[in-house]
């Protein structure tokens, strides 16, 4: 398993109204581009669309805002690591339903800290979805978490 270093920083700031000014802007910046659901073309799915609006619900159902800014923090490191990452991604079937593909990224910011980003294929239309966006938990091993 290769990881993708990127050279984008991570969201910086004390509290979540920081960091969410942060992550709005770059999600404004990306939703400007197109007049429907914004998205992010990949390098590893051959210029294909990766679709964030799935992102911003799943961050919305969080209820913990430690984790919320965990997660928003390393947005722009996430979108990065889509764009220009070809590294081979850890894929497996969705246990929950068979109908779809998890592809799990593995990244590493400037400041080494290991983050993952995980986007959901549909087998049927090929349509791709980031899902969430996370870092590594210092506690556990980075072979543990795949």
């Known amino acids: 398993m290769k990881i993708y270093r990127v050279k984008t920083g ?14 709005f ?3 404004n910046s990306l939703k400007r ?7 992010i073309r990949s390098a590893y799915f ?8 799935l992102f911003l619900n799943h ?12 997660r928003i923090r390393y947005f722009p490191c996430a979108i990065e ?10 894929s497996k079937e969705n246990p929950n339903k ?6 799990r990224f593995v990244g590493q910011t400037k400041e080494n800290d290991i983050f993952f980003v995980q986007i959901k294929e549909y087998k ?4 791709k979805w980031l899902i969430s966006v996370f870092p590594l938990d210092k506690r556990k091993r980075l072979s543990a978490n795949l």
Do not use: A, C, M
């Open 10 to 23: 991570k969201l910086t700031g004390t509290n979540y109204k920081e960091i969410y000014k942060g992550f």
């Open 98 to 103: 068979n109908s779809e593909i998890l592809h």
């Open 81 to 90: 690591l889509i764009q220009k990452s070809r590294f081979d991604p850890v």
């Open 59 to 70: 961050l919305d159902k969080k209820e913990n805002f430690r984790d919320k800014v965990r």
């Open 46 to 53: 051959d210029k294909g669309k990766v679709f964030i609006e």
């Open 124 to 127: 049927k239309s090929n349509r």
């Open 25 to 27: 802007y770059h999600y």
């Open 33 to 39: 581009k197109t007049k429907r659901r914004p998205y």
